[in-house]
């Protein structure tokens, strides 16, 4: 029998610490784990040091790290949890020792062909949770001493404790990170709203799966949600992501809230069974008058009027989406949102403390909402309900402001050149024209003329790369004038009854040119209101 | 995308149909508008009239798809009106486009 080069247990165990301390703490639980084995073979004179690891599954090991049978990593190789020689060990989550490798023996073929004769292993637990198997190999037919398998015991403790911190490490900054990349990094531009979000994570370590979203619809309405999983950590985090998804799938072929959490309820109850979320979904109309809001189980958002007490809405709550309730028909509530209203969603975070109930929290972000910008009102929100406290949970925050009627008579819009712009377009002028003074016959004019220009933009300005145009219009004296300008190439219309677009646009307004230079086409117009031509 | 309805009325005529389209027609759905058109109007008809009552917002892509639909009804020897009550936005449009014609215009 070979004799272990290092002397008395605690000077091997010393040799462990000294592998498991913080200078390796950068490294991936794979290259930590090769350190360690690495130690181990030494110090036990073998031939091979493995670890195999639990999968998500549960039903399997999976060699994750190895020296001196490195193949198995590389293969992939696993066994079913109850065969083989690690997977024994799995099951009775005892120590064993092998003296004779053979199929008969062991499940994985890379052992007996690498020529292995002697197997001791060791389960890996840490704080009572079993998350793998260490063991140690021979070429040669060896008997492991009580004092050498104490020692694998000892190592395998060490081995576990540094796994279940790395992962645990990796499984929290991949939900972080999984949650950063989720929530919308820069929010969309919809001319008339203002917005600005907010997301703390809690301090009870790990995420959870708060998150909220902002979509335009090819409609032109214009979607928030804001949700809330049950549960923490990777997990949450992940329901999360998907759940987000399935809204804005639902979201395009449909327009009733209630409708889109209802599919949403069927998604989760099917995919993702045994999970729970709460969930506000709101809808608005391109006019951006109105708003309709379906709630899953989720806090009523604040509604703050210009120069007005903030108020709770009066919305019927439906269940949560998800396990354990009866699915029950869902309802759809219409809001007025009058210019300068501000709409304030949150998830519980935000309200919930320990030592205050509830209203009171409720009650406290009444009072604090007021309508104004959404940034300094996202900060003043956070400032007076969390303050410096600790706070448990998550907070999700997302404040969506319609601006106040413009005194500024000027409307500018940045579109990308595709069909689907020209909704918004018309969307925005819908907005835009009654408060400059048009009436109905003007705005019914101007959508046309204005529309046909966008799509010349559209449809012969850019090649397949795309580009963008700017609609520009200032209104003063009755008169609405402005420009409709692209960065492309001109090209003639194309195909028959195409010459219709240009003539309907100089019979609807007063004035109208068309200028091409190097750098693009601009169509200049101009309309005298209540006056048609 | 822009949203328009194409709809049936009045199935029990043999001889005539009613479709009613509701909704706006622009560049991003005015293929599909034709194709639910052509697709309501079978080839045994003697009378169409496609009414545009309901319709918001009508723009030169539209305007293609009714004269591009009344010069292939001409050759089917089918009957077109057009039905648009004066003040309607699809009113204006087709008046200016000199619909009239090549189709009857109905209020």
């Known amino acids: ?533 | 995308m822009t949203v328009a309805r194409v709809e049936l009325r009045d199935e029990n005529d043999p001889q005539s149909v009613e479709i009613a389209v509701t909704g706006e027609i622009d560049l991003s759905n005015a293929d599909q508008v034709r194709n639910e058109l052509y697709e309501a109007i079978a080839n045994d008809l003697m009378q169409v009239s496609v009414n545009l009552t309901g319709v918001s917002y009508l723009d030169s892509s539209g305007l293609r798809v009714l004269f591009m639909l009344a010069e292939r009804l001409q050759r089917l020897q089918t009957e077109l009106a057009i039905v648009a009550p004066p003040g309607t936005p699809a009113r204006r449009i087709v008046e200016l486009a000199g619909f009239d014609a090549v189709a009857t215009l109905r209020p």
């Not at chain 1, 109850?82 to 064993?96: L, V, Y």
């Not at chain 1, 292993?121 to 104490?150: K, M, N, Y």
């Not at chain 1, 600005?196 to 335009?216: H, M, Q």
């Not at chain 1, 354990?324 to 219409?334: N, S």
Request: aromatic residues 4%; negative net charge; contains cysteine.
């Open chain 1, 1 to 533: 029998m070979p004799k272990s080069r290092a002397g008395s247990a605690t000077d091997r165990l010393h040799r462990i610490e000294v592998v498991t301390d913080a200078a390796l703490a950068h490294l991936e639980v794979e290259r930590l784990l090769e350190e360690l084995l690495g130690r181990i073979r030494e110090l036990l004179a073998a031939d091979t040091a493995t670890v195999l690891l639990l999968d998500a599954s549960g039903e399997h090991l999976v060699t994750r790290a190895s020296v001196g049978m490195e193949e198995a990593v590389r293969q992939g190789a696993r066994v079913r949890i109850g065969e083989g020689f690690a997977g024994r060990i799995a099951t009775s989550r005892q120590p064993a020792v092998l003296h004779h490798v053979d199929e008969t023996t062991v499940v994985n073929p890379i052992l007996w062909h690498r020529g292995i004769r002697s197997l001791a292993g060791v389960p890996l637990i840490a704080d009572g949770q079993f998350l793998g198997v260490l063991h140690v190999g021979a070429v040669t037919a060896r008997r492991f001493s009580d004092a050498e398998l104490e020692f694998l015991g000892v190592a395998g403790d060490r081995v576990a404790m540094a796994t279940r911190n790395r992962m645990t490490g990796t499984g929290h900054a991949a939900a972080l990170s999984l949650q950063r990349t989720l929530l919308p990094g820069a929010l969309p531009e919809i001319a008339g709203l203002d917005m600005a979000a907010r997301y703390a994570p809690g301090d009870a370590g790990g995420v959870s799966g708060d998150w909220y979203d902002v979509f335009k619809l090819p409609s032109g309405w214009f979607c928030a949600t804001i949700g809330d999983v049950v549960g923490r950590g990777l997990d949450a985090a992940t329901v999360m992501a998907r759940l987000r998804t399935a809204i804005r799938s639902y979201a395009l072929d449909s327009a009733d809230p209630a409708e889109v959490l209802t599919k949403l309820d069927r998604h989760i109850r099917h995919f993702e069974p045994n999970m729970m979320a709460t969930v506000g979904y709101a809808m608005w109309e391109p006019s951006l008058g109105r708003m309709h809001l379906s709630l899953a189980g989720h806090l009523t958002p604040v509604m703050a009027p210009d120069n007005a007490p903030a108020q709770l809405p009066d919305v019927p709550v439906d269940p949560p989406v998800g396990a354990g309730l009866v699915p029950r028909p869902r309802r759809t509530t219409v809001l007025d949102v009058e210019p300068g209203t501000a709409v304030l969603f949150y998830t519980d975070g935000l309200i919930e403390r320990r030592h205050r109930p509830l209203d009171e929290g409720l009650a406290l972000l009444r009072d604090v909402v007021r309508s104004g910008p959404p940034e300094p009102l996202c900060s003043d929100v956070m400032l007076r309900l969390v303050g410096a406290d600790p706070t448990d949970d998550d907070i999700a925050l997302l404040a969506i402001r319609r601006e106040p009627d413009t005194t500024t008579p000027e409307l500018t819009l940045t579109l990308e050149a595709v069909p689907e712009s020209l909704a918004e377009v018309r969307a925005a002028l819908r907005r835009w024209l009654p408060t400059v003074g048009a009436t109905d016959d003007d705005l019914d004019d101007l959508l046309v003329v204005i529309g046909e220009a966008g799509a010349n933009v559209v449809e012969h300005a850019y090649g397949p790369g795309g580009g963008r145009f700017e609609v520009r219009l200032t209104a003063s004296d009755r008169r609405v004038e402005g420009t409709v300008r692209d960065q492309g190439n001109w090209r003639s219309a194309r195909g028959t009854n195409r010459g219709r677009g240009t003539q309907l646009m100089q019979q609807l307004s007063d004035e109208l040119r068309i200028e091409h230079d190097d750098g693009g086409t601009t169509v200049y117009l101009c309309r005298n209101l209540g006056n048609r031509p």
